[in-house]
């Protein structure tokens, strides 16, 4: 008898079919629950961006536009990159993913800093390769550890900067040294969905060294900063050969209409931009002080969330929050058993945050 | 030095980066252009699935149900199967690739009928597996054929049904004898992207033999009949082992949040079911009369598009076409060198491509 799925497949975890708010909230009971647990624009979605999919309605019977012509274009035009060097995906997400099903052969690996995005993990394994996790050392990024790692069988190295979960993020000098030392025929993936949020001058963007470096993809997402992630819309940069590459494996209707319109659209929402970094950088300020007084620490981020360490333990820190109807994401799955991480929300929610960690450590 | 691609990467063609059709008109100097090209809804999207995406426009920076949970509740209950069986993608492309990806092990074979949709056989490329093509007999799947053709190295056969682009579709009969003679260790997939426009009592679904045929994967689509190619959404059922297979390997965010809700609200629009309906049967009846005396011949149709055969060759028709503004499918890179594809428009969109084409054959 043949075997059904694939090797790798059987190894990988089956996410867990979970529910939605609406029927987690009737089933415990609660309501008017607040969410700051996946790292979402709390002002919503940008205004301009919404307008665009009203505008676009009429077309919604229209397969999309399979190259993403005009959002490229507009891309090329903000950036300065060449519109040959942009790949738009469903979420970044799904480019994630294209870059290893397109450069990783079965028996490579991937490097990846500790307890960073899941997904990274999963795909490496799904395509029958191997993952290597390098420690953080004191909750940053070990690049030096992660070049030293680097073995004949590596072929993708991954970076978040900012890094998520811990919202610390690699100076200009960092990422520069890291890619002179690392050697030319890994591809590093520089994954920025939160670079926008961040406010150190040191903190540098992978599109800096895209010239110089032939095999850095730098990943961006209209997920975060423009509030679309219910779209589902992500972008890469990257020399025309690797960008080439990942079009031979896209799915040529991968990203929705809908989609493409919003982005062109937020693209030129600078007030909703403006706005949205007002709003976090306020809410941190607060966030930061409440912290303080309650003698919680935390690790000062360059993203819009913020990892927190409990003392009663991320589970159940976060099964005490969900009874005050606070959902936030408790990181033991992360591999951080003692940590959770909220998002800033507005206002009366980051109070309303605090007050019920407030009472749950109490 | 490392090799960067995967080796079957280097033999995926690249999708030519064409240009949107507006880019086109200008390029041409036409304008007002009409197209048939992609059997797409020609009464537009559903109205019900319009009003839903309205109301879900301010909930676009929340990420999307990672389950499609009521969407698939709503499915279960309307085709009598289990929410476990049922899952939701990216367009039924998506799922298609995610057959592959999950079941196709290195050096695996799908079996393709001949003529069929490109795709399949490029996700079985892009996963390291071979593709068996199986010749049309009469432009009809030779399912004896198909059967003669499977070796211990089959993993998985496709099926259109109604097939793209004959127009053809399989009987109740001709299925289940199908299905009973095939190996049991082989995944048989019934793509019915069409299936809703058959309107032969004699023509089945898979969904009748989904008990009794455990590797049986139906996948269906909201591009065509419910007028959503945009959004991008598609659906599929199959044991539940099959779908906890392929739900280990898709992504948790695979569908937006306005495809799901748009989806929910169209599975309830009967009238615009109706109304499509009616429009394809009166647009094909006055096809058939006008391509009658015209003499040119073409396929009695199951779906929403029609095969017609071109004294000029499939490639110069659709160029001499293109120059009066009508954008129909040329089928030589499907193979069917004397033949185009054009789907049903309007009663306006049909005259004018009747009208074109017998300017163009003079």
Same mark, same amino acid.
């Given at each position: 008898?043949?075997?059904?799925?694939?090797?790798?497949?059987?190894?990988?975890?089956?996410?867990?079919?979970?529910?939605?708010?609406?029927?987690?909230?009737?089933?415990?009971?609660?309501?008017?629950?607040?969410?700051?647990?996946?790292?979402?624009?709390?002002?919503?979605?940008?205004?301009?961006?919404?307008?665009?999919?009203?505008?676009?309605?009429?077309?919604?019977?229209?397969?999309?536009?399979?190259?993403?012509?005009?959002?490229?274009?507009?891309?090329?035009?903000?950036?300065?990159?060449?519109?040959?060097?942009?790949?738009?995906?469903?979420?970044?997400?799904?480019?994630?993913?294209?870059?290893?099903?397109?450069?990783?052969?079965?028996?490579?690996?991937?490097?990846?800093? #500790?307890?960073? /995005? *899941?997904?990274?993990?999963?795909?490496?394994?799904?395509?029958?390769?191997? @993952?290597? %996790?390098?420690? +953080? $050392?004191?909750?940053?990024?070990?690049?030096?550890?992660?070049?030293?790692?680097?073995?004949?069988?590596?072929?993708?190295?991954?970076?978040?900067?900012?890094?998520?979960?811990?919202?610390?993020?690699?100076?200009?000098?960092?990422?520069?040294?890291?890619?002179?030392?690392?050697?030319?025929?890994?591809?590093?993936?520089?994954?920025?969905?939160?670079?926008?949020?961040?406010?150190?001058?040191?903190?540098?963007? #992978?599109?800096? /060294? *895209?010239?110089?470096?032939?095999?850095?993809?730098?990943?961006?997402?209209? @997920?975060? %900063?423009?509030? +679309? $992630?219910?779209?589902?819309?992500?972008?890469?940069?990257?020399?025309?050969?690797?960008?080439?590459?990942?079009?031979?494996?896209?799915?040529?209707?991968?990203?929705?209409?809908?989609?493409?319109?919003?982005?062109?659209?937020?693209?030129?929402?600078?007030?909703?931009?403006?706005?949205?970094?007002?709003?976090?950088?306020?809410?941190?300020?607060?966030?930061?002080?409440?912290?303080?007084?309650?003698?919680?620490?935390?690790?000062?981020?360059?993203?819009?969330?913020?990892?927190?360490?409990?003392?009663?333990?991320?589970?159940?820190?976060?099964?005490?929050?969900?009874?005050?109807?606070?959902?936030?994401?408790?990181?033991?799955?992360?591999?951080?058993?003692?940590?959770?991480?909220?998002?800033?929300?507005?206002?009366?929610?980051?109070?309303?945050?605090?007050?019920?960690?407030?009472?749950?450590?109490?």
């Amino acid at each position: 008898m043949k075997r059904l799925m694939r090797k790798c497949v059987e190894n990988l975890k089956l996410y867990p079919p979970g529910k939605p708010i609406e029927e987690l909230e009737r089933e415990l009971g609660i309501r008017g629950s607040i969410k700051l647990a996946s790292n979402e624009n709390p002002l919503g979605p940008s205004p301009m961006a919404v307008r665009a999919v009203r505008e676009n309605l009429k077309n919604l019977h229209r397969y999309p536009d399979a190259n993403a012509y005009y959002l490229r274009e507009k891309l090329a035009g903000k950036f300065g990159r060449p519109m040959s060097e942009i790949i738009v995906g469903n979420g970044a997400d799904e480019l994630i993913e294209l870059v290893v099903q397109t450069f990783l052969s079965p028996g490579e690996s991937v490097i990846i800093p #500790g307890h960073a /995005f *899941l997904l990274y993990e999963t795909f490496a394994r799904s395509f029958d390769g191997s @993952s290597l %996790i390098v420690p +953080l $050392a004191d909750l940053s990024v070990d690049l030096e550890a992660m070049i030293n790692a680097v073995a004949s069988h590596t072929k993708i190295v991954f970076i978040n900067n900012p890094q998520n979960p811990t919202g610390k993020a690699l100076t200009r000098d960092e990422i520069s040294r890291f890619l002179r030392e690392l050697p030319s025929d890994v591809i590093v993936v520089l994954d920025e969905a939160y670079i926008e949020f961040s406010t150190d001058p040191e903190v540098a963007s #992978g599109l800096e /060294f *895209l010239d110089s470096c032939p095999l850095l993809v730098v990943l961006r997402t209209f @997920s975060k %900063i423009y509030g +679309l $992630a219910g779209l589902r819309i992500g972008y890469g940069f990257a020399s025309r050969t690797i960008i080439d590459a990942l079009n031979r494996v896209r799915q040529p209707f991968n990203v929705n209409s809908l989609a493409q319109a919003a982005a062109l659209a937020a693209l030129d929402d600078d007030e909703f931009v403006k706005k949205t970094l007002t709003l976090i950088k306020e809410g941190l300020a607060y966030l930061y002080g409440e912290l303080d007084r309650l003698s919680l620490s935390y690790i000062p981020t360059q993203a819009n969330f913020l990892l927190i360490k409990t003392p009663l333990g991320a589970r159940e820190t976060y099964e005490r929050m969900l009874r005050q109807g606070v959902i936030i994401r408790p990181m033991d799955s992360y591999g951080l058993e003692d940590y959770i991480r909220v998002n800033v929300g507005l206002p009366e929610e980051n109070s309303r945050f605090i007050h019920a960690l407030e009472r749950v450590i109490a």
